[in-house]
């Protein structure tokens, strides 16, 4: 996934949610966040950033500037913190071969947000064979000494995702959970069951019940993100 314009700067201050001040071109700007997780550990005043320049089709927006890369200020790794970069590198990766699933016959068929019970998966897949699975992605920056951590809030979403997962699962469908690390630089993934034990206990339940749990890390670049290695999930 590669964005057209790409502009550098010093992030600020982080107003709520959506909204920060950086520092662009010695101008302070107001900037869209798009990410609505703490990134407490990233979003640190001075901290290099790259913001996406829309300009060419600003029309109705509130901002010029859309955050989305950082680097890290305690260890220097780049992250990526666009929300919407997950699925849109799993997509690419599924399409283009380079992610495999190997409980699936290829050439496979993805369709986007489709609804199952009471959620809307990231994906529907479904293979040559007439096999049929579920895939929810889930974007992760939190990272401590090399361990990938998801989530960095607490997420009621987050939780029923997993828990459909399983109802998929016994319905005969195959389910995924894949957590895209938007960063290199890591050793394994778990969950931060800490901060979130309801999603830990959620997670937990999902793996007993054969729903495929993946972590992958990414190639970060100001401008792109890629899904790259596999990483292993604890």
Known sequence: MKYDKIVSGRFVKRHNRFVGTALVDGVEEKVHIKNTGRCAELLQEGAEIHLEDHTKSIKNRKTRYSLVTVRKPSTGVLANIDSQ?????????????????????YPITVKR?????????DFYIEDSAGQKAYMEVKGVTLENDGIAMFPDAPTLRGAKHLKELIAATQDGFISYAIFVIQMKGIDFFKTNAANDPDFDAAYCAARKAGVHIKAFDCIITPDSIVLDNEIKTL
Request: zero cysteines.
């Open 85 to 105: 970069a997950p699925n849109k590198v799993v997509e690419e990766a599924l399409l283009s071969g380079r992610l495999h699933i190997k409980e699936m016959t």
């Open 113 to 121: 947000e489709q609804k199952y019970m009471d959620s809307r998966f």
